[in-house]
């Protein structure tokens, strides 16, 4: 296996301006997405899609700007060069084409695992389980509170909240909050 010693070129100025970055916020990978005009960006504190103008040059805008803890997980196709990045809000994943030389998915990796603070699996029996988990927001250290619902489990369901609620009572504990 041979190492390349070339220097991966720059991000385009118009997606890093695109950015508007925020206080301590650094760009740590980015992806150009194959067969699009998008760019997929790392930084300490967020993910970015920020998609080019009809120009091709200049950014037209920031189509994806999340915070790191709202991130549930990111799954890396290595055969497909595709990342898939699901949410804690539920809302659909977000799939990226970005090539097997991209260093995206290993700092959604690094990014993710930074944010969790403290999780606990909590198993409501037939085949019902969750995950609550305190995380801090990379950008403020602030830390919050999240449940994580297994599939065919109802949130309307009371048994689930109530030890949704008992795992969180523990963990806020453990971390000084309770």
Do not use: C, F, K
Not at 6 to 20: H, K
Request: aromatic share 4%; hydrophobic share 40%.
């Amino acid at each position: 296996m041979a190492l390349s010693l070339r220097r991966r070129p720059r991000l385009a100025q118009g997606v890093r301006s695109a950015l508007e970055l925020g206080a301590g916020e650094r760009v740590l990978s980015w992806g150009q997405v194959e067969g699009t005009a998008t760019t997929v960006v790392a930084t300490n504190h967020h993910v970015y899609a920020v998609a080019a103008g009809a120009e091709g040059g200049e950014a037209s805008g920031v189509a994806l700007r999340r915070p790191w803890h709202e991130v549930d997980a990111g799954t890396w196709s290595s055969e497909l060069g595709q990342l898939t990045v699901t949410w804690v809000d539920g809302a659909r994943p977000t799939q990226w084409t970005l090539g097997v030389t991209s260093m995206v998915p290993e700092t959604v990796r690094e990014r993710v695992q930074a944010s969790v603070v403290l999780t606990q699996r909590v198993d409501l029996g037939r085949r019902r389980t969750a995950r609550a988990v305190i995380r801090q927001e990379l950008a403020t250290g602030a830390l919050v509170e999240q449940v994580l619902l297994g599939r065919g489990t109802p949130a309307s369901d009371e048994e689930v909240s109530q030890a949704a609620e008992a795992a969180l009572a523990y963990l806020r504990e453990q971390v000084g909050l309770g």
